[in-house]
């Protein structure tokens, strides 16, 4: 499975951007899905999941603010982020375990700064 992640960028305070994650060599539509993110010198952190049903859970920073979704006619996952903070600046990885293996993506840069 590759997992290629885009939609990053620099935006200002209270902002919005879309990532997404395109799957590629399997359907993904029978697993579940997550949204990491990860900073200089910290570990990287679960940011949110859905599964193959469409249940979806946010760390409590990001609820009401984020949300995932998934299209599994397109083997693609989103993280829709709202109401950016600059504590949410971190680069966004996209994840899936299939089979017992880990796959991530190469990671998208997610910039909050006025």
């Known amino acids: 499975v590759q997992l290629v992640e885009s939609g990053g960028g620099l935006v200002q305070p209270g902002g919005s951007l879309k990532l997404s994650c395109a799957a590629s060599g399997s359907s993904i539509r029978f697993y579940a899905m997550n949204w990491y993110r990860q900073t200089p010198g910290k570990q990287r952190e679960l940011v949110a999941g859905i599964s193959s049903a469409g249940s979806t859970n946010y760390v409590d920073s990001v609820k009401g603010r984020f949300t995932i979704s998934r299209d599994n006619a397109r083997d693609t996952v989103y993280l829709q982020l709202n109401s950016l903070k600059p504590e949410d600046t971190a680069v966004y990885y996209c994840?899936?375990?299939?089979?017992?293996?880990?796959?991530w993506g190469q990671g998208t840069q997610v910039t909050v700064s006025s």
């Open positions: 994840n899936t375990v299939v089979l017992g293996v880990r796959y």
